[in-house]
């Protein structure tokens, strides 16, 4: 059955989760009793997703008069709309749209995708006056408005994969399943730490180190989110061509190690880490993409191994071979689980208690790093516990320029 353009974008808007958590967000930010999120084009406006506490009576798939709203204006010109007292707003006192729905208080911005398109707007009104005057509403509404957009073009990003797999092999299948399993894995977490930063920041008031450390979660959410973008990138485009190698000094290699091992440390600062770095000679590679194997590894080793006992990272040359190895104390994949990250078939269905059988998504990933550098992923099981051991040979079989930038990896 054909739907029309709007339907298909409220069933759009439907499967994105945040977008609930974003309108209930703004209703407590505001005090407002009407949110929504619209499809507004150059001849309709469309309700996608709505919370009404003020009894507007409007549905998602409901549609208003273009020409009736002041969402059209924001769609043309690309800018928010903001009033907190439309009887006393000089502007909109005698507007016809205050007027015509009894409106009081009104924000709208603009939802934008990545090519530029206006999608429509993200909205709240009041019947009742409302106090808008703090910059940092207006700010927080642009923020849930770009998260929006972002979403929705994963979305279809998503929806254009899922349609190549019938024709796809068997493999690619896989890859395109598990994209759709970090898409979504990331997605939650990754919008509640972003709504709750911008919740608490808004009631930090003038304490500057608060505001500052809420701007660091801010940054470290984005910052999980072009990784996602990264890990996408590499298990369905980069790696089944082959990454470029550079050849990377000891020193820079030495340096990725110790970030990649401090930052994850950081994050875990109630678990005792070790790590030992021993690199002495250059290595053919993609930094960044060894960094975020490191990550993937050093992660496992702090959360398989016993809390009680030492993780431990090992890292060395042996002027032939590069050793990243992760110590998980006291604990063990076994040997079925863990070969199952070099099978076609990788199950992917989650077990009746939600959680996704071990080794999981990440572990693939680092598996396929090691492939497209010429190494192996393996483990290596004793009294102490099981290693995760990648290695790779230090010389790639082809000619890869000489570079002394180093590189990153996101933590």
């Known amino acids: 059955m054909h739907r029309s353009p709007a339907a298909a974008d409220v069933e759009a808007v439907s499967r994105l989760e945040a977008v609930p958590k974003i309108l209930d967000t703004v209703v407590h930010l505001t005090g407002m009793r009407f949110v929504a999120v619209a499809r507004v084009t150059d001849a309709d406006w469309t309700a996608c ?29 690309r800018e928010p709309v903001v009033f907190g007292h439309a009887s006393r707003h000089p502007l909109y006192a005698e507007h016809p749209t205050p007027r015509r729905y009894g409106l009081e208080s009104y924000i709208s911005v603009p939802i934008q995708r990545g090519d530029g398109r206006i999608f429509g707007t993200l909205c709240a009104i009041d019947s009742r006056p409302a106090d808008l005057d703090n910059p940092g509403i207006l700010r927080t509404f642009e923020l849930f408005a770009d998260l929006i957009g972002t979403q929705l073009d994963a979305e279809e990003r998503l929806a254009a994969s899922e349609s190549a797999l019938t024709t796809a092999l068997d493999v690619a299948q896989v890859r395109e399943r598990l994209i759709a399993e970090v898409s979504q894995d990331f997605k939650a977490p990754i919008q509640a730490v972003l709504m709750d930063a911008y919740l608490i920041r808004e009631r930090a ?28 990138d590499v298990s369905h485009r980069r790696l089944s061509d082959g990454v470029p190698l550079v050849q990377k000094s000891a020193e ?7 970030r990649v091992v401090a930052q994850v440390a950081a994050r875990h600062p109630l678990r005792p880490l070790a790590a030992s770095i021993e690199i002495r000679h250059p290595v053919d590679c993609d930094l960044p993409r060894i960094g975020q194997l490191l990550v993937i590894l050093a992660t496992h080793a702090l959360a398989h191994g016993d809390v009680r006992r030492t993780a431990r990272i090992d890292a060395r040359t042996d002027g032939t071979t590069l050793r990243l190895s992760a110590l998980l104390a006291g604990g063990d994949f076994g040997p079925e689980a863990f070969a199952r990250l070099f099978e076609p078939a990788l199950p992917l269905a989650r077990r ?22 010429g190494g192996r992923l393996d483990t290596e099981v004793d009294s102490a516990g099981t290693q995760l ?7 790639a079989d082809r000619k890869v320029p000489a570079s002394e930038a180093p590189g990153h990896a996101q933590a």
């Open 352 to 373: 009746a208690d939600g959680a996704q059988d071990a080794p999981g998504w990440d572990l693939f990933i680092a598996a396929e790093i090691a492939r497209a550098h």
């Open 389 to 395: 051991v990648f290695s790779m040979p230090c010389r």
């Open 49 to 77: 997703a709505v919370h009404d506490a003020m009894g507007f009576g409007l549905a998602p798939g409901d549609e208003l008069e273009l020409g009736t709203t002041l969402c059209d204006q924001v769609r043309q010109q």
């Open 205 to 232: 008031g003038d304490d500057p180190e608060l505001r500052a450390r809420v701007r660091a979660i801010e940054a470290n959410a984005w910052t999980m989110a072009t990784l996602l973008d990264d890990i996408v």
């Open 252 to 258: 820079h290699i030495t340096q990725e190690c110790e």
